[in-house]
């Protein structure tokens, strides 16, 4: 039987592997590694438990560090696990510390990687995760692309062959219901608030950024509901932000799966930095305002589901009171998980 061992370590991929994972073990045997980078219960444990994620075979516990730091804890961690394990192939999400360690530990010890989430580009080299991307993708030996512009941009990069999957989070979305109390026991009203996430490197360690950005969201119009990413958190309150927010933002601590998916649906506009919950909103027909200059879900940007805001108060006004977007249903010919776990026994049999 296919061994496959999955590669785990921050938020959207235990999302992600939720997806994937049940599927995969139907037909073949998968290890899971789980490295440690997010821990805290609202980061972790909350995702396992509420989306029926197996407990991981093996935990890391590798914790926060810098990026080199938390990269090596990774990398020695992670390699007698393949050593001993010796799995057909290493299967990794997204662009994390952890993705990047994966996928230098299998390519030094030539296990063939899959990659989910591959050929997507930022362009903006200074972004960790771009890094990690592109690394990732050149020692892959499968690459599971969510939008025909990732394979072009793989072919442009000289990886030909990757594989049109879809995304994997647009196929939870659409199966995921809504969680009617929650709405009322926050006391909002469907359509009357806004919904903020904000975790960017580029955004929580540039003070000037940040507080742009606390300026922008307490000017907005009506309640802002912002469930707070704990390295936002730590940053808000070193910089002495915490006082500048204004009295409309209600700050949350992260929030699960089923109540994130619900305040991002009945939202009436999303603000957002983050690459999940931006192709999220969108898929739910939210319109999205991307707080970032750059974004590598152009798609989104190019049909109109969402706009770049960056991080300037008037900007981000102006565009909140322009919206609404191009309204969008969201369409799956066929499940990406179906695709992947396919791909996966057509080559790793
Ligand atoms: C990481 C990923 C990013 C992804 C995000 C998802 C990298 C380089 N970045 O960013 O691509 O979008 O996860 O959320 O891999 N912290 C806690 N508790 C936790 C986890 C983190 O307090 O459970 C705090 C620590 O102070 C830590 C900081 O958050 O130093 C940053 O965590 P880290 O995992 O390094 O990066 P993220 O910003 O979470
Ligand atoms: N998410 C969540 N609770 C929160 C914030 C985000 O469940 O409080 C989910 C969100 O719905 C999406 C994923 O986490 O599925 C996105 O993760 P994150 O924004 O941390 O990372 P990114 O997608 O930017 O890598």
């Not at 990794?92 to 990687?113: E, Q």
């Not at 580009?121 to 592109?134: D, G, L």
Request: aromatic share 6%; charged share 20%.
């Amino acid at each position: 039987m296919m061994k496959v061992l999955t590669v785990v370590g921050a938020r959207p991929q235990f999302i992600k592997a939720s997806v994937v994972s049940p599927r995969l073990r139907h037909g073949a045997d998968e290890v899971l590694v789980h490295t440690g980078q997010h821990y805290d219960v609202s980061m972790s444990d909350v995702f396992f438990s509420e989306l029926g994620m197996p407990q991981p075979d093996y935990h890391l516990n590798v914790g926060s560090a810098s990026h080199g730091e938390q990269t090596a804890r990774m990398l020695s961690g992670l390699e007698p696990i393949f050593m001993r394990e010796a799995p057909d192939v290493v299967l990794l999400y997204g662009d994390t510390n952890s993705t990047l360690a994966g996928a230098l530990v299998a390519a030094k010890l030539t296990i063939p990687v899959a990659h989910v989430e591959a050929g997507l580009r930022s362009f903006n080299r200074a972004m960790p995760e771009e890094t990690n991307r592109i690394v990732t993708d050149h020692v892959a030996s499968r690459l599971y692309c969510p939008t025909p512009g990732a394979i072009r941009q793989l072919e442009r990069e000289g990886i030909p062959g990757a594989l049109l999957t879809g995304d994997v989070m647009d196929e939870l979305v659409l199966n995921t219901p809504w969680r009617r109390d929650l709405l009322s026991s926050l006391q909002l009203e469907p359509r009357q608030y806004y919904l903020v996430t904000i975790h960017r490197q580029e955004n929580t360690d540039d003070p000037g950024r940040l507080k742009n950005l606390v300026e922008g969201l307490s000017a907005l119009p009506g309640h802002i509901v912002w469930p707070i990413h704990p390295r936002t958190a730590k940053r808000l309150e070193e910089d002495h932000l915490l006082g500048h927010l204004g009295s409309s933002v209600r700050l949350l601590d992260p929030v699960g799966y089923q109540d994130m998916i619900t305040l991002e649906a009945h939202a009436q506009g999303v603000l957002t930095d983050s690459g999940g919950v931006q192709r999220e909103a969108a898929a739910l027909g939210v319109p999205v305002f991307v707080l970032r200059n750059e974004t590598e879900w152009t798609d989104l940007v190019d049909s109109g589901r969402a706009v770049l805001v960056g991080t300037d108060p008037g900007q981000i006004l102006d565009a909140v009171r322009m919206a609404p977007m191009t309204p969008y249903t969201l369409h799956l010919d066929r499940r990406p998980s179906e695709i992947i776990v396919e791909d996966l026994h057509q080559h790793y049999e």
